[in-house]
């Protein structure tokens, strides 16, 4: 059985991707230092699989203890989701974010040098386009200069990445270009745990929904779009979760060094649509106002995913009301009052 380290394994794709490396019979060892997510997560995990799961509660940049887990198990490929991903933040907070993303990332790749591991899939994420000219966006569109310091991490995390391949011949990546992803497990053991007040637009509506949040401000309804709101690539996470398990089907298929794939439904929702699943779903009819635009949001993108459809073999099966479904289901499961 081959042995996958998950880094950031109890995050929010993270611990859906756990449930689907099980399901497909890899054996995954987390790795989570719990910065931005809860060691119940674990305990739900083995719920929700039915068995016990390897992790250790270690930080990426711990090059001792990294080493320590690779001498413990036989590794052959690695998840790197470990990172901060709050764009506001990373402006305030330049170094956190360059230390956390990028210096983790390094000592990841230096252990996996030493312990001989040559195969990482890297969560990127489709950022590194900022506005794309043509949409939907291709893989094989210009990468723009960074709207923050989180987006320019992503980057300089790739080419990290590629600067490996072509030093190690054995060294092989798959880069996932993530769109935006929502939902929770439909057995609402697992799904996201936003720590405050949320900066992503799904886990505020439900929070709104639940009565959390007195009302959600839409961040600018005068872009240049069907509504006015800005629109987005909404992707189920368990879609994108599976996506992994297909990254490494396609490296024990393949031969290339590395892959570069989107991963979205290939439909772009705006804000407003968003809104009016969730409200279908729920039966609730949210509070919201209209607010000035956020720096640094894009208008518009939404993925072109034919090269994960036809490479990877992947596919996104999961609707827009489906995930809002299983988030809102997930919020109940939360309570009434906020933790
Ligand atoms: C961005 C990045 C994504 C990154 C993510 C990390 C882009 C295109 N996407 O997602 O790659 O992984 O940050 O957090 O750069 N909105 C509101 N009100 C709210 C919250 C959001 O109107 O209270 C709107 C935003 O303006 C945006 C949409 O909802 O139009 C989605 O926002 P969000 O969930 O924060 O994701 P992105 O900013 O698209």
């Known amino acids: 059985m081959h042995k996958i380290l998950v880094t950031g394994g109890a995050g929010y794709i993270g611990s859906?991707?756990?449930?689907?490396?099980?399901?497909?019979?890899?054996?995954?060892?987390?790795?989570?230092?719990?910065?931005?997510?809860?060691?119940?997560v674990i305990q739900n995990l083995e719920k929700l699989c039915n068995r016990s799961i390897t992790h250790y509660e270690a930080d990426c940049n711990d090059e001792k203890v990294l080493s320590e887990i690779f001498n413990e198990h036989n590794i052959s490929g690695v998840i790197h989701f470990a990172a901060y991903k709050a764009v506001g933040e990373s402006v305030s907070e330049p170094l956190k974010y360059y230390e956390n993303n990028i210096g983790s990332l390094i000592t990841l790749l230096k252990v996996m040098n030493r312990f001989d591991v040559s195969?990482?899939?890297?969560?990127?994420?489709?950022?590194?386009?900022?506005?794309?000219?043509?949409?939907?966006?291709?893989?094989?569109?210009?990468?723009?200069?960074?709207?923050?310091?989180?987006?320019?991490?992503?980057?300089?995390?790739?080419?990290?990445?590629?600067d490996c391949v072509h030093a190690n011949p054995k060294f092989r990546t798959v880069l996932l270009r993530y769109f935006n992803p929502i939902g929770a497990h439909p057995s609402s053991l697992i799904g996201e745990l936003p720590i405050g007040i949320p900066n992503n637009l799904?886990?505020?509506?439900?929070?709104?929904?639940?009565?959390?949040?007195?009302?959600?401000?839409?961040?600018?309804d005068d872009y240049n779009t069907s509504d006015g709101t800005c629109i987005r690539d909404y992707i189920h996470v368990i879609d994108l979760a599976k996506a992994h398990v297909k990254a490494f089907e396609w490296l024990e298929k393949n031969t290339d060094s590395i892959g570069v794939f989107n991963i979205g439904t290939g439909n772009g929702s705006s804000v407003l649509q968003t809104i009016q699943a969730f409200e279908k779903v729920s039966g609730i009819k949210l509070a919201y106002k209209i607010g000035n635009r956020r720096e640094g949001d894009v208008e518009q993108i939404w993925a072109s995913n034919d090269k994960a459809?036809?490479?990877?073999?992947?596919?996104?099966?999961?609707?827009?009301?489906?995930?809002?479904?299983?988030?809102?289901?997930?919020?109940?499961?939360?309570?009434?009052?906020?933790?």
């Open 16 to 40: 859906h991707t756990v449930v689907e490396l099980i399901n497909s019979g890899f054996e995954p060892i987390i790795v989570d230092n719990y910065s931005n997510s809860n060691p119940l």
């Open 119 to 162: 195969t990482i899939v890297f969560s990127s994420s489709c950022t590194v386009y900022g506005q794309p000219d043509q949409l939907p966006v291709s893989e094989n569109a210009v990468i723009r200069p960074a709207n923050s310091p989180y987006g320019y991490t992503k980057q300089v995390s790739e080419t990290i990445l590629q």
């Open 202 to 220: 799904v886990p505020f509506i439900t929070q709104t929904g639940a009565g959390w949040r007195n009302e959600l401000t839409i961040f600018g």
């Open 309 to 339: 459809v036809n490479e990877l073999n992947w596919k996104a099966i999961y609707s827009l009301e489906d995930a809002m479904d299983h988030a809102w289901k997930w919020q109940l499961k939360l309570g009434e009052k906020q933790p």
